[in-house]
């Protein structure tokens, strides 16, 4: 009967094979129409969800079998150590190099029966001499009624998949004593400059400055923990600070970008109102995101200085092709370019699926840090006192700017 593993890995094989032959069918243009699987699905937004769902069966079936391959190898290594030590535990050595001296315990009942001349011609495979001990067994010796084999937890922790922090690093980073950043943005800009005759009038200008505020807002999150499990285990403390500031880093990285808003959440840079738009429409991505690229130069007057996909959405630019079958962002052997009309392309799942964003992040965004992250423990929430719990909270406080809307153009229809 074949392992767990094995079946796994030939479902995987089968599912990435059916997911191989889907994209055939689509062809170089990725008409969703071709796939026969997804002809019972009405509409491409349907169709297209039906993809995502296949593609994330698909992850999550490739994890399970990561998994399942690092418990065999854990497995295998356990049982590596355990015959290494039968074979030779009769020779350890002490670390200096000599023969142990271990000290000799009294023989009991059990040494003398297997050493006995019955037990060692019976283990040979023969049928020798036969020792009897007139004694009632009322159950077998098994290793449900004895002893199971000794395990050994390895040190490893394998954590649970997660995005990777992407847009943070996008974003430059300042500190703040306040409460709220406030600056001034110009709201009216009148240029009359023009040439004048003699005695002529000259034009006049206008200038107006709006006062905008941007309030620190916090994140934060706690963990309830027993005594025992800080105290027995030191790794504990080092792995739930990790977990908790990824899960902070995590929430920020997602707010950046579509954050709506309304207190206490930030404002991201989907949600702000003069950022532009550019539709896809009958334009093919590429074409669509030079397109946006256009409207920061020409209507934000910036420079955009990256551009931000969903994974999904980024698949179907890596994999486009000439009419000859030639991929345009480079062999399937090589990784390509992580790059577009020379942006740096950053890919989370962060980004709404079939919307991208592309602009001026180095010069028309800022984070004003408040407060860093915090780590705090205590015992005196509720009742954690007397039920030796502990409850350790992290948190931090920002205030998150975008200093020109128009700096910014959100692709959507991909």
């Known amino acids: 009967?074949?392992?767990?593993?094995?079946?796994?890995?030939?479902e995987l094989m089968a599912r990435q094979k059916a997911l191989a032959e889907m994209r055939a069918e689509a062809g170089p243009d990725r008409d969703y129409g071709k796939i026969k699987a997804l002809e019972t699905f009405k509409g491409t937004?349907?169709?297209?969800?039906?993809?995502?769902?296949?593609?994330k069966e698909l992850a999550d079936l490739t994890d399970e079998v990561l998994a399942l391959?690092?418990?065999?190898?854990?497995?295998?290594?356990?049982?590596?150590?355990?015959?290494?030590?039968?074979?030779?535990?009769?020779?350890?050595?002490h670390a200096s190099g000599q023969p142990q001296s271990v000290p000799q315990e009294p023989k009991g009942f059990g040494d003398h029966f297997v050493e006995s001349k019955a037990f060692t011609e019976y283990k040979g495979g023969g049928?020798?001499?036969v020792g009897r001990v007139d004694v009632e067994v009322k159950t077998n010796m098994t290793t449900a009624a004895g002893w199971a084999p000794e395990s050994l937890r390895t040190g490893r922790v394998v954590l649970s998949a997660q995005r990777p922090i992407r847009v943070v690093n996008l974003i430059p980073k300042a500190n703040t004593n306040s409460a709220a950043i406030v600056y001034m943005v110009e709201s009216?800009?009148?240029?009359?400059?023009?040439?004048?005759?003699?005695?002529?009038?000259?034009?006049?200008?206008?200038?107006?400055?709006?006062?905008?505020?941007?309030?620190?807002?916090?994140?934060?999150?706690?963990?309830p923990i027993t005594d025992e499990q800080?105290?027995?285990?030191?790794?504990?403390?080092?792995?739930?600070?990790?977990?908790?500031?990824?899960?902070?880093?995590?929430?920020?990285?997602?707010e950046l970008l579509v954050g709506d808003g309304t207190p206490p959440n930030i404002s991201g840079v989907h949600d702000r109102a003069n950022i532009q738009t550019q539709a896809k429409g009958a334009d093919n991505d590429p074409d669509a995101v030079f397109k946006a690229?256009?409207?920061?130069?020409?209507?934000?007057f910036a420079e955009p200085t990256a551009a931000v996909f969903h994974p999904t959405d980024w698949q179907e630019i890596r994999l486009l092709r000439t009419g000859d079958g030639i991929y345009i962002w480079g062999a399937p052997m090589d990784a390509g370019p992580a790059r577009i009309w020379g942006l740096p392309v950053v890919v989370t799942t962060a980004e709404t699926v079939t919307q991208a964003l592309v602009g001026d992040f180095a010069q028309y965004s800022q984070m004003a840090i408040r407060k860093g992250?915090?780590?705090?423990?205590?015992?005196?929430?509720?009742?954690y006192f007397i039920l030796g719990r502990q409850a350790i909270r992290m948190d931090m406080r920002l205030a998150f700017m975008v200093y020109r809307h128009e700096a910014f153009c959100e692709i959507t229809g991909l």
Do not use: C
Not at 1 to 10: A, G, I, Q, T
Not at 69 to 93: P, T, V
Not at 293 to 300: E, F, Q
């Open 1 to 10: 009967m074949p392992s767990k593993l094995v079946e796994k890995r030939n």
């Open 45 to 55: 937004k349907a169709k297209v969800e039906e993809l995502q769902r296949v593609e």
């Open 69 to 93: 391959k690092e418990a065999e190898r854990i497995f295998d290594e356990s049982e590596a150590r355990d015959e290494a030590f039968k074979a030779g535990g009769a020779g350890m050595q």
């Open 127 to 129: 049928i020798g001499p």
């Open 188 to 223: 009216t800009f009148t240029n009359n400059a023009a040439e004048v005759a003699e005695a002529g009038t000259y034009g006049e200008a206008a200038l107006a400055l709006t006062e905008t505020t941007e309030t620190v807002r916090k994140f934060g999150v706690w963990l």
């Open 230 to 254: 800080l105290d027995d285990v030191s790794f504990v403390r080092d792995y739930v600070n990790q977990r908790l500031g990824y899960m902070l880093e995590a929430r920020l990285d997602s």
């Open 293 to 300: 690229m256009t409207l920061v130069r020409s209507t934000g």
């Open 373 to 383: 992250m915090e780590f705090q423990i205590t015992n005196s929430h509720d009742t």
